[in-house]
């Protein structure tokens, strides 16, 4: 499974910013889709996430703000994020857990996509 993410960049305070993540591949059947975060000097932590059945998660630190979203028939993962912060800065990472034909659960990573908030 390859994740392609795109949509980072810089924001001002207060602003919004969508990223998508496209999972591409075949072979495996995608569970959960998910972003994490690793802003500078800290480890890297759980954003959100939504089951294929759309149930979703959120770390407290942007429960209310941003919204995880998820097109199945696209293998697309999105994540609105409003009202942005300087602290939500730092490169966002998309994540699928998915499950190969034979049953192996595996975890696929994209490449980060910098989101900058700054006045």
């Known amino acids: 499974v390859q994740l392609q993410a795109s949509g980072g960049g810089l924001v001002q305070p207060g602003g919004s910013l969508r990223l998508s993540c496209a999972a591409s591949?075949?072979?495996?059947?995608?569970?959960?889709m998910g972003w994490y975060r690793r802003a500078p000097g800290k480890q890297r932590e759980l954003v959100a996430f939504v089951t294929s059945g759309t149930d979703t998660n959120y770390a407290d630190s942007v429960k209310g703000r941003f919204t995880v979203s998820r097109d199945n028939a696209k293998n697309t993962v999105y994540l609105q994020m409003n009202s942005l912060k300087p602290e939500d800065t730092a490169v966002y990472y998309c994540?699928?857990?998915?499950?190969?034909?034979?049953?192996?659960?595996?975890?696929?990573w994209g490449e980060g996509t910098q989101v900058t908030v700054s006045s």
């Open positions: 591949g075949s072979g495996f059947s995608i569970n959960v």
């Open positions: 994540n699928a857990q998915a499950v190969s034909r034979a049953g192996y659960a595996m975890d696929f």
